[in-house]
């Protein structure tokens, strides 16, 4: 879909009253989205593979650990691989959205079990479907929360979803309220949400604007901050976590998503980064508390 006519169709829904203006949410992206759940779900593998290899490099173990997934999305399929490829003891999964559907989440347990030869068993009361220690918190805002006493933190593509201060605030108060050598890991995509559906656009398309008039543009559907991977460091380091392993992809000069990138028009805002830093994406880091 091309970017202004998605913009136009999330600022319509915006105007209407809450739940409404999800319930319009939801059905329109089952409308768009005609992938399956099998697809969905294996579009997640490689956050499993890539983390893997990470933690066994790092000599992290998860088994008997308890997990805290900031960001549940649609379905648990990280609380399954931090459950029954990790072992960890105990998985819980929270999200400011409430997106988790039980017939959903049956599909995923049969799903699951087939594809990585274990067995999901829903407890039985659950209102999700989930299996026994996995447990789902929606409409919760970590902000606004305190941590419960856990591990290992976990977020996949959620940092850049966040308001920049929450960001901010979050790492202030896992830095205060974690145990000592608490581990939290943040796969980061800081790219221009609406290039998804518009080929046209630059990865990077978003860093032409000011504040002020990305403020105009982006709406609590598709809200995306702009930081740049030294930000994201800055931040970190201002609360003196200690940073165990950093990887990441830039574009490189010759290709397609290079020369559209090359023909934005940077805002003032943004001249101070490189190409590499502005174009860091498929962001992975391991922190220690």
Not at 72 to 93: D, H, L, N, Q, R
Not at 191 to 212: I, M, N, V
Request: aromatic share 16%; with cysteine; net charge neutral.
């Amino acid at each position: 879909m091309n970017h202004k006519i998605k913009t136009f169709l999330f600022k319509t829904i915006a105007l209407l009253p809450n739940k409404i203006d999800d319930y319009c949410y939801h059905k329109i992206q089952s409308f768009f989205d005609k992938s399956t759940l099998e697809n969905r779900f294996k579009s997640v593998e490689p956050t499993y593979l890539r983390l893997f290899k990470v933690l066994k490099d790092l000599n992290i173990d998860l088994k008997n650990k308890t997990v805290f997934e900031i960001g549940s999305g649609w379905f648990p399929t990280m609380p399954y691989f931090f459950k029954y490829k990790f072992e960890a003891e105990k998985v819980i999964t929270i999200d400011i959205n409430k997106h988790f559907k039980k017939e959903t989440v049956l599909e995923l347990n049969g799903l699951f079990s087939k594809n990585y030869d274990v067995t999901v068993i829903p407890e039985l009361h659950n209102k999700y479907g989930l299996p026994v220690d996995v447990e789902y918190f929606p409409n919760y805002n970590i902000i606004n929360q305190d941590f419960p006493e856990v591990d290992f933190v976990f977020s996949r593509y959620v940092l850049s979803h966040m308001k920049e201060n929450d960001v901010d605030i979050l790492h202030k108060k896992m830095k205060t309220q974690l145990k000592k050598d608490s581990l939290i890991v943040h796969f980061i995509s800081p790219s221009d949400l609406r290039q998804h559906g518009d080929s046209s656009l630059a990865l990077q398309d978003f860093l032409q604007y000011s504040e002020t008039d990305w403020d105009k543009i982006r709406t609590k559907f598709d809200y995306h901050n702009r930081l740049r991977l030294p930000q994201f460091i800055e931040i970190f380091k201002k609360y003196d976590y200690e940073i165990l392993y950093l990887d990441y992809e830039s574009l490189q000069k010759g290709t397609e998503k290079y020369d559209l990138f090359k023909k934005v028009k940077l805002h003032e805002d943004f001249s101070k980064y490189s190409d590499e830093e502005l174009t860091a994406g498929n962001i992975l880091l391991v922190l220690k508390v």
